[in-house]
């Protein structure tokens, strides 16, 4: 008996985060209230309380459970892969994956935080996440250090971002076949990052 409350406080938290998900990327941020989310949910209206002092902290947690399970769909693929221009593959792959099996999730999970909680230094650190994906893609944390002492692995790696995501728009919109994008994308970053270690010696003519 006992262990009853702490069951149920978990199974209303699991519903309400279901059920704000869904509502969050149908309606968004500004068309969704709590007390949709509750009816949603299928609990009762205090029990929204329970859980999250209001509602950008009840999106905050949303965005960062969303990152959480991209982040384990990446993990889960790159088990395995050492080299570094398959991992690109792998990322971009999983990337278009995930945005087709869940219809604006990334876009409010990834973006939205910045615009609606600009203040709040919680949807700076889900925003910034994003500067870990060079250390990703590398995978070994030695080849990462390296790569650090050439370039700042964060600017880069929104930079980066930002790049893929224009390209996929750019890409849809000219009927780009999928495989070329990918594989040209992740030859030009692998090639663009490549250690300078990496690269066989020049030969110079006197």
């Known amino acids: 008996m006992p262990e009853a409350a702490p069951r149920t406080q978990s199974n209303s938290l699991d519903r309400l985060r279901e059920a704000a998900r869904s509502l969050f990327v149908r309606n968004g941020y500004h068309y969704t209230r709590p007390q949709d989310i509750v009816r949603e949910a299928g609990v009762a209206n205090g029990t929204f309380y329970l859980h999250f002092k209001d509602k950008r902290e009840a999106f905050l947690d949303f965005a960062e459970q969303a990152q959480n399970e991209l982040l384990a769909l990446y993990l889960e693929r790159l088990a395995g892969v050492s080299d570094r221009r398959q991992r690109w593959r792998i990322i971009f792959n999983t990337v278009i ?12 999970a990834f973006f939205d935080p910045l615009f609606i909680a600009p203040d709040d230094p919680e949807a700076w650190r889900l925003y910034d996440r994003l ?25 880069i790696s ?8 224009n390209a996929l728009i750019f890409g849809a919109r000219k009927g780009i ?5 990918i594989d ?3 030859t030009f970053i692998d090639r663009a990052l ?13």
């Open 184 to 186: 040209e994308l992740s």
């Open 97 to 108: 994956d995930f945005s087709i099996q869940h219809p604006g999730l990334l876009h409010a």
């Open 131 to 155: 500067g870990q994906l060079i250390r990703l893609a590398v995978g070994d944390e030695a080849a990462a250090e390296r790569l650090g002492q050439q370039y700042d692995l964060e600017l």
């Open 158 to 165: 929104h930079a980066l971002t930002g790049m893929f995501r």
């Open 194 to 206: 490549e250690l300078e270690s990496d690269r066989p010696d020049e030969i110079h003519e006197d």
């Open 177 to 181: 076949d999928r495989d070329k994008l």
